[in-house]
């Protein structure tokens, strides 16, 4: 079992940036590689970022690109999401998720791959 824990989300205005944070219980989590969703009122869940167990690999939502960086701290089983010029669109609750890959370099944008999640942590950005 894996135990995600998110938090850094809070109210911002836009512009503004926001750094989240997930920190992971388990004494194998570099066999994770590791995704940001996010959920609008009334929308599906949506791929934001992920990072390979290593970081050797990533990838990121086009509306978020050059905007968001995800990083990992894998000697804290730590995963970042650094959030600069927010916009209200990325108003949403944010979640972590961990991908169990191995030592793969393997990032997916889909949600049904990741094996466990966060409790998520909610995102604001006012205009």
């Known amino acids: 079992q894996v135990q995600l824990i998110e938090s850094g989300g809070g109210l911002v205005q836009a512009g503004g940036s926001l750094r989240l944070s997930c920190a992971a219980t388990?004494?194998?989590?570099?066999?994770?590689?590791m995704g940001w969703f996010r959920e609008a009122p009334g929308k599906a869940r949506e791929f934001v970022a992920a990072?390979?167990?290593?970081?050797?690999?990533?990838d990121y939502a086009d509306s978020v690109k050059g905007r968001f960086t995800i990083s990992r701290d894998n000697a804290k089983n730590m995963v970042y999401l650094q959030m600069n010029s927010l916009k209200p669109e990325d108003t949403a609750i944010y979640y972590c998720?961990?991908?169990?890959?191995?030592?793969?370099?393997?990032?997916?944008?889909?949600?049904?791959?990741?094996?466990?999640w966060g409790q998520g942590t909610q995102v604001t950005v006012s205009s």
């Open positions: 998720g961990a991908d169990r890959t191995g030592l793969l370099q393997i990032v997916v944008r889909v949600p049904y791959e990741y094996d466990y």
């Open positions: 388990t004494r194998t989590f570099v066999n994770y590689a």
């Open positions: 990072i390979s167990w290593n970081g050797g690999s990533w």
